[in-house]
C-alpha cells in the first residue's frame, strides 16, 4: 500500500514539475517568436506527445493588430486550424494553405503553407478556437515522444 501510494505521489509530483517547466521554456521563448508582438501573459504550454491535439479559445477585439504564435516540439509538423465558429481563418497544412500568401507586419509576404504563426486584425470582435496537433513521424516506432507546446498570443500597442 505505501509502494502505491508513494508512487501515485511522485507521478503527480513529476507532472507538475514537467508542467512548470513547460511554462518557464515557453516563457523565455515567448518573445522572439512573438517579436514585435507583445505578450498578453495568457498562453498555453502543455506537455504533449506526437499525434496529440490541444485546443485553446480566445477573444479577439476588432481593430486590435494580433499575432498567434505556435512554438515547441520543433522535431514535428504543428498542424494549425483556427477556426470562427465552423468557419477557418487559418490553416497552415493542407490544399489551402499551400495557395495562400500572408503579409507579416513588417511587410514580408509569405507562403501559408507550414507557417507556425499568424497575423491578423480583426474588423469585429471574434471568439477564435486555436487547434494545434502535433503530426507523429510516418513510420514511427509505437514509443510517443513528448515535449512541451507553446500557444502564444501577442498584440501590438
Do not use: W
Not at 11 to 16: A, K, P, S, V
Not at 90 to 114: C, H, I, Q, R, Y
Not at 135 to 157: M, N, R, Y
Amino acid at each position: 500500500m505505501k509502494k502505491i501510494l508513494f508512487l501515485a505521489l511522485f507521478t503527480i509530483l513529476f507532472q507538475l514539475t514537467a508542467k512548470s517547466q513547460c511554462r518557464e521554456y515557453i516563457e523565455t521563448i515567448a518573445e522572439s517568436e512573438l517579436e514585435p508582438y507583445i505578450l498578453d501573459g495568457n498562453f498555453l504550454s502543455p506537455v504533449v506527445s506526437e499525434g496529440e491535439t490541444v485546443t485553446l479559445a480566445r477573444t479577439f477585439l476588432a481593430g486590435q493588430s494580433y499575432k498567434i504564435a505556435v512554438c515547441g516540439m520543433d522535431m514535428f509538423a504543428k498542424e494549425i486550424t483556427i477556426t470562427e465558429d465552423k468557419t477557418v481563418i487559418f490553416k497552415n497544412f493542407g490544399k489551402d494553405a499551400e495557395e495562400k500568401m500572408m503579409t507579416t507586419s513588417d511587410g514580408t509576404v509569405l507562403p501559408v503553407s507550414g507557417l507556425n504563426f499568424f497575423e491578423f486584425t480583426p474588423d469585429h470582435t471574434m471568439n477564435l478556437k486555436i487547434k494545434v496537433k502535433i503530426t507523429p513521424f510516418e513510420g514511427g516506432s509505437s514509443l510517443k515522444l513528448e515535449g512541451c507546446l507553446g500557444i502564444l498570443v501577442g498584440f501590438q500597442k
